[in-house]
């Protein structure tokens, strides 16, 4: 698939100034349990207003331009919030507390996160994944998981991050919005929130029901979560959509109308309007009225560099693409950026659809994590949070697989355990099997019991070795009390 490079760009450039147009508009009337009655910018002319829903995607940008997309994960991420991510406000502060006391990403957002976990600061971000990889919805919906699953876990919120982002990637060169929702849904499990809460506008609006009825639809079929969740506010955006239809500011005052998170319905319909239809989409008088700067409101400045403008993210992101289109030696780049201009491109949509992400990511349990070295990669799953009492037990499943070095290897494991505490099951060494998939999955089930004195938090370390291999893979495992 050929794509030009200027057409991109312009894309590009739309989906933040969309972003940065909605959010400003919509942040007066953040919070709002009525239906509102905006009809343009509220503030006065010249600059947009802070908001996060752009700042932590800045974030996101310097660390995968620094550690590259190939080391890029939810780990990584979660230290780049601990540096440069100040706010300690809802699912935020929670999941910061939480890595500060060694509960490792995605169980950062887990663990005693029920009142956020299905909120909505992850899939207010998903930007800066589909324009890093347009087109490419399987690598955009992968980063939005890694993302989101910082700070919700598996809840509703990073389901909601890979509806999100699979719709915007798939946007860069598909325009039907039918289609464009179809391939969000594809993405998420059929029976999530999310999914019942999008698939119930559509109903209404296939159905001729006015926006106004489908809004009291949803905040009916969201009373079990209440207000500031994500399934209501991404079907506000997917309300404003359908019945916006196409017209930039119809879409955006709709959604932004509905009340609740505003800024993050208005500046999510934005970003996907933009990258729809570039920046001729966009009417030039709201683009004229907040300029092109970018000011931030969560990002701890201090020395480092970070975008002040959409011109300056966009070129950063250009920077990168040819970074992140790469595949690898043998194949062939999923999209190709060109010069020269590209007549219309005829996308399958049925290539852009399936579960099999999704599928992978519901088969571990909700409290676990990875960790890896260059060669060997560990699951570590709990059968329940990772909590203790003395003398109480706690079972966990350690799975080893080899990735890209592949070679027959046996692995050793060892525990360094707190004082008292002791393995009172579970194997000590794994043979690996040759190959990949099933055959390259190497299981310890492991019992762990603590002694008569537990700490409020209980660092473990489990050591795996390989004869062949130089490099250990010590897994850091916290326990609190």
Same mark, same amino acid.
């Given at each position: 698939? !050929?794509?030009? /490079?200027?057409?991109?760009?312009?894309?590009?450039?739309?989906?933040?100034?969309?972003?940065?147009?909605?959010?400003?508009?919509?942040?007066?009337?953040?919070?709002? !349990?009525?239906?509102?009655?905006?009809?343009?910018?509220?503030?006065?002319?010249? %600059?947009? $207003?802070?908001?996060?829903?752009?700042?932590?995607?800045?974030?996101?940008?310097?660390?995968? @331009?620094? +550690?590259?997309?190939?080391?890029?994960?939810?780990?990584?991420?979660?230290?780049?919030?601990?540096?440069?991510?100040? =706010?300690?406000?809802?699912?935020?502060?929670?999941? !910061?507390?939480?890595?500060?006391?060694?509960?490792?990403?995605?169980?950062?957002?887990?663990?005693?996160?029920?009142?956020?976990?299905?909120?909505? *600061?992850?899939?207010?971000?998903?930007?800066?994944?589909?324009?890093?990889?347009?087109?490419? =919805?399987? @690598?955009?919906?992968?980063?939005?998981?890694?993302?989101?699953?910082?700070?919700h876990g598996f809840g509703e919120g990073?389901?909601?991050?890979?509806? +999100?982002?699979?719709?915007?990637?798939?946007?860069?060169?598909?325009?039907?919005?039918?289609?464009?929702?179809? #391939?969000?849904?594809?993405?998420?499990?059929?029976?999530?929130?999310?999914?019942?809460?999008? /698939?119930?506008?559509?109903?209404?609006?296939?159905?001729?029901?006015?926006?106004?009825?489908?809004?009291?639809?949803?905040?009916?079929?969201?009373?079990?979560?209440?207000?500031?969740?994500?399934?209501?506010?991404?079907?506000?955006?997917?309300?404003?959509?359908?019945?916006?239809?196409?017209?930039?500011?119809?879409?955006?005052?709709?959604?932004?109308?509905?009340?609740?998170?505003?800024?993050?319905?208005?500046?999510?319909?934005?970003?996907?309007?933009?990258?729809?239809?570039?920046?001729?989409?966009?009417?030039?008088?709201?683009? %004229?009225?907040?300029?092109?700067?970018?000011?931030?409101?969560?990002?701890?400045?201090?020395?480092?560099?970070?975008? *002040?403008?959409?011109?300056?993210?966009?070129?950063?992101?250009?920077?990168?693409?040819?970074v992140t289109t790469y595949p690898g030696? !043998?194949?062939?780049?999923?999209?190709?950026? +060109?010069?020269?201009?590209?007549?219309?491109?005829?996308?399958?949509?049925?290539?852009?659809?399936?579960?099999?992400?999704?599928?992978?990511?519901?088969?571990?349990?909700?409290?676990?994590?990875?960790?890896?070295?260059?060669?060997?990669?560990?699951? #570590?799953?709990?059968?329940?949070?990772?909590?203790?009492?003395?003398?109480?037990?706690?079972? $966990?499943?350690?799975? +080893?697989?080899?990735?890209?070095?592949?070679?027959?290897?046996?692995?050793?494991?060892?525990? $360094?355990?707190?004082?008292?505490? @002791?393995?009172?099951?579970? /194997?000590?060494?794994?043979?690996?099997?040759?190959?990949?998939?099933?055959?390259?999955?190497?299981?310890?089930?492991? /019992?762990?019991?603590?002694?008569?004195?537990?700490?409020?938090?209980?660092?473990?370390?489990?050591?795996?070795? @390989?004869?062949?291999?130089?490099?250990?893979?010590?897994? =850091?495992?916290?326990? $609190?009390?």
């Open positions: 698939m !050929k794509i030009n /490079k200027e057409l991109l760009r312009d894309k590009i450039y739309a989906c933040w100034l969309g972003k940065n147009i909605g959010g400003t508009m919509g942040a007066p009337f953040e919070g709002q !349990k009525c239906t509102n009655n905006a009809t343009g910018f509220t503030h006065e002319k010249g %600059a947009p $207003l802070p908001n996060d829903d752009l700042d932590l995607q800045l974030v996101w940008l310097k660390a995968i @331009s620094e +550690v590259g997309p190939q080391n890029l994960n939810s780990k990584i991420l979660g230290e780049y919030w601990l540096t440069y991510i100040g =706010p300690p406000w809802n699912e935020y502060g929670v999941c !910061k507390a939480n890595m500060r006391m060694g509960i490792i990403p995605p169980l950062s957002g887990e663990i005693d996160n029920h009142l956020w976990r299905n909120s909505n *600061g992850a899939w207010i971000r998903t930007e800066i994944w589909a324009c890093l990889y347009p087109a490419m =919805p399987e @690598s955009a919906i992968n980063f939005a998981f890694e993302d989101a699953s910082v700070d990073t389901f909601a991050a890979v509806f +999100v982002a699979a719709i915007q990637s798939s946007a860069f060169v598909i325009n039907d919005l039918n289609t464009l929702l179809a #391939i969000g849904l594809s993405k998420i499990p059929a029976d999530c929130h999310v999914a019942r809460s999008v /698939k119930l506008v559509m109903d209404h609006y296939k159905n001729g029901k006015t926006w106004q009825e489908a809004r009291e639809a949803l905040i009916k079929d969201s009373e079990d979560l209440g207000w500031f969740q994500a399934p209501a506010n991404v079907a506000y955006v997917v309300l404003g959509l359908l019945y916006g239809q196409g017209d930039f500011k119809k879409s955006m005052l709709t959604a932004i109308n509905c009340g609740d998170d505003t800024d993050c319905t208005g500046a999510t319909v934005g970003a996907i309007l933009g990258i729809m239809n570039g920046t001729k989409g966009i009417p030039q008088d709201w683009q %004229a009225y907040i300029g092109d700067r970018i000011i931030t409101i969560a990002v701890i400045l201090g020395s480092a560099w970070f975008p *002040g403008s959409c011109t300056e993210l966009t070129d950063s992101v250009m920077k990168l693409l040819p030696l !043998k194949s062939t780049p999923a999209i190709e950026i +060109v010069n020269e201009p590209v007549e219309t491109t005829t996308v399958d949509p049925a290539s852009f659809m399936g579960d099999s992400f999704i599928k992978s990511v519901l088969t571990r349990s909700r409290h676990s994590f990875t960790y890896e070295t260059a060669c060997t990669k560990a699951l #570590i799953e709990f059968d329940g949070p990772p909590q203790i009492q003395p003398n109480a037990e706690i079972a $966990l499943k350690v799975t +080893v697989t080899h990735t890209r070095c592949v070679s027959y290897n046996r692995y050793e494991l060892r525990w $360094l355990l707190p004082e008292g505490f @002791s393995v009172i099951s579970g /194997k000590t060494n794994l043979i690996a099997k040759w190959g990949r998939g099933a055959d390259n999955v190497n299981i310890a089930e492991v /019992k762990i019991k603590a002694g008569e004195k537990v700490q409020p938090i209980n660092r473990l370390i489990l050591e795996i070795t @390989s004869p062949s291999r130089a490099v250990p893979l010590l897994v =850091p495992i916290t326990l $609190l009390a």
